[in-house]
């Protein structure tokens, strides 16, 4: 038997030699820390400072995720930026699904070093959609979206229903997500499941499109779906993420990306291995 999914957020201080660096992780829509927890401590052990924030309306009861706003979101993850970046020289954002989401939105907003995405969703696919702000009035909640893992015995603790009213307010922070990924300048890698029941390829495509000014990479993942973090490919995405903060940290002199930072080469790279 499995342990009880731990809701609770992380934050682990700088303990590496290598140039200060602080990484913000953020859960996915209906989730918790607990879906990206051994990311978080696997980020921690190399020596990274670690904010895991719990966002609002989250592991606690679906209907107070009914009652929160998506800026509320955006505001627990851009907290913990404001924390690491006191402390910290660079800045690395990464999320999980709707995390990557709200990852990518801080690397519009504000200076990071570069962008780590697992499964990110920017796009709605459910034809409902649209009329969700209508929808909410006459239907509460739909069935849960949790637990997309290849892997067999293991539960994200995620919600058991969804709320429309919360469904309603992430497709406006996607659409608002979309509008600002021009801005991004610092490196974005994607890890991408090849079988992914939650989040399509259109959003993978729609990242492609709207991050002109900034070096995309994305790496397939052959063996989990999308909870990935969880699943069997998880420790290639610690070990992977931890060489990409390397990379970008020790290969570059200054933290990149945000709105006041200059454009980068843009390049894109697809590969199946790190």
Same mark, same amino acid.
């Given at each position: 038997?499995?342990?009880?999914?731990?809701?609770?957020?992380?934050?682990?201080?700088?303990?590496?030699?290598?140039?200060?660096?602080?990484?913000?992780?953020?859960?996915?829509?209906?989730?918790?820390?607990?879906?990206?927890?051994?990311?978080?401590?696997? %980020? $921690? @052990?190399?020596?990274?400072? !670690?904010?895991?924030?719990? /966002?609002?309306?989250? +592991?606690?009861?679906?209907?107070? #995720? *009914?009652?929160?706003?998506?800026?509320?979101?955006?505001?627990?993850?851009?907290?913990?930026?404001?924390? %690491? $970046? @006191?402390?910290?020289?660079? !800045?690395?954002?990464?999320? /999980?699904?709707?995390? +990557?989401?709200?990852?990518?939105? #801080? *690397?519009?907003?504000?200076?990071?070093?570069?962008?780590?995405?697992?499964?990110?969703?920017?796009?709605?696919?459910?034809?409902?959609?649209?009329?969700?702000?209508?929808?909410?009035?006459?239907?509460?909640?739909?069935?849960?979206?949790?637990?997309?893992?290849?892997?067999?015995?293991?539960?994200?603790?995620?919600?058991?229903?969804?709320?429309?009213?919360?469904?309603?307010?992430?497709?406006?922070?996607?659409?608002?997500?979309?509008?600002?990924?021009?801005?991004?300048?610092?490196?974005?890698?994607?890890?991408?499941?090849?079988?992914?029941?939650?989040?399509?390829?259109?959003?993978?495509?729609?990242?492609?499109?709207?991050?002109?000014?900034?070096?995309?990479?994305?790496?397939?993942?052959?063996?989990?779906?999308?909870?990935?973090?969880?699943?069997?490919?998880?420790?290639?995405?610690?070990?992977?993420?931890?060489?990409?903060?390397?990379?970008?940290?020790?290969?570059?002199?200054?933290?990149?990306?945000?709105?006041?930072?200059?454009?980068?080469?843009?390049?894109?790279?697809?590969?199946?291995?790190?």
């Amino acid at each position: 038997m499995s342990a009880a999914p731990d809701h609770s957020p992380f934050s682990s201080p700088f303990t590496g030699s290598s140039p200060r660096t602080g990484v913000v992780v953020s859960h996915g829509f209906t989730g918790s820390p607990h879906g990206v927890r051994e990311w978080a401590e696997s %980020l $921690a @052990a190399a020596g990274y400072a !670690v904010r895991m924030p719990l /966002l609002p309306g989250h +592991g606690t009861s679906w209907q107070e #995720l *009914a009652r929160t706003r998506w800026q509320e979101w955006h505001a627990g993850i851009d907290a913990a930026y404001l924390e %690491l $970046a @006191a402390e910290c020289d660079h !800045v690395v954002v990464a999320g /999980l699904s709707m995390g +990557g989401a709200l990852a990518l939105r #801080l *690397a519009a907003t504000r200076p990071v070093a570069g962008v780590v995405l697992v499964n990110p969703g920017l796009v709605i696919d459910d034809p409902r959609a649209p009329l969700a702000g209508i929808l909410k009035f006459v239907l509460k909640s739909t069935p849960a979206i949790a637990n997309d893992i290849l892997k067999e015995g293991v539960d994200e603790g995620a919600y058991p229903r969804t709320p429309v009213a919360a469904a309603h307010e992430l497709n406006k922070m996607f659409k608002d997500t979309l509008r600002l990924l021009p801005r991004i300048t610092a490196p974005v890698r994607v890890y991408r499941s090849a079988v992914d029941h939650v989040v399509s390829d259109a959003s993978l495509a729609a990242l492609r499109r709207g991050l002109s000014n900034a070096p995309l990479e994305v790496i397939r993942l052959e063996n989990s779906y999308h909870v990935a973090t969880l699943d069997n490919d998880a420790p290639r995405i610690f070990r992977g993420t931890a060489e990409f903060i390397r990379t970008v940290v020790d290969g570059g002199n200054s933290v990149r990306g945000g709105e006041d930072s200059g454009a980068a080469n843009s390049s894109r790279k697809e590969t199946a291995d790190d």
